[in-house]
């Protein structure tokens, strides 16, 4: 729960930072950051929940990439303020690691979980400007681009069939997109997203109510 918070509070605080211009948020971030890349390396590997797999910081693969995700995005943001052996050292002990991490635990399968993991591993890829990272979140058998591919029925639902769980894939994807948008590495021209977020709109009723879903 804890490394949650911290990590969240690294892009939200990297977000104000950006805003505000105030220093004191630029250098909480960089604090969260030195201190998890202080300690990652010696982290045990526990957990191991089925379908899932194990983590470092957290018991699941999922909330592992979900932490690696925001600490990357908010060392993206304040990464000007570092020096170059800040960045070294914050690369070389937390988000490599991390992105090895993930590589060795995503799972085989379709499923929103690998839809984050992947992309967590695709924006620390890109971070680490390593096309060999961003190669396999992206267009490896059960990557970024296979999901997309597979997991959509016709109308643009994803496959789980829960809105929750169609909302919290596009969430994986927009967050990748916020660094690959205008690279070669994009899925935007795969015309997927668009459906995905008409599906949604189709169920509106004519007072702008949701429509609930059922399978069937």
Same mark, same amino acid.
């Given at each position: ?34 201190? #998890?890349?202080?300690?990652? &390396?010696? #982290? ?5 929940? /089925?379908?899932?797999? &194990? ?85 490896? /058998? ?30 994986? #994807? ?25 599906? &949604? ?16």
């Amino acid at each position: 729960m804890m490394n949650g918070h911290n990590c969240r509070a690294s892009y939200q605080l990297g977000l104000l930072w950006l805003l505000t211009g105030e220093a004191h948020y630029a250098q909480r971030v960089r604090q969260i950051l030195l201190a #998890y890349a202080r300690y990652y &390396p010696a #982290y045990e590997v526990h957990g191991g929940i /089925p379908c899932n797999g &194990p983590g470092k910081m957290n018991i699941q693969t999922l909330c592992e990439a979900n932490c690696l995700l925001e600490l990357a995005k908010g060392y993206d943001l304040i990464r000007s303020t570092l020096t170059r052996r800040q960045q070294r050292f914050i690369e070389s002990r937390l988000l490599r690691p991390g992105a090895a991490f993930l590589c060795q635990h995503r799972e085989n399968q379709l499923h929103n979980h690998e839809v984050k993991v992947n992309a967590a591993i695709g924006v620390l890829g890109l971070l680490l400007d390593d096309a060999t990272v961003v190669d396999f979140a992206i267009n490896e /058998p059960y990557g970024l681009r296979w999901q997309l591919q597979q997991g959509l029925y016709p109308e643009g639902l994803w496959f789980e069939g829960s809105a929750h769980y169609h909302f919290y894939v596009l969430q994986g #994807y927009f967050d990748w997109e916020k660094f690959a948008r205008g690279t070669d590495w994009s899925l935007m021209e795969e015309g997927l997203y668009e459906r995905m977020l008409d599906f &949604p709109l189709n169920l509106l009723t004519p007072t702008a109510h949701s429509r609930s879903l059922t399978m069937r």
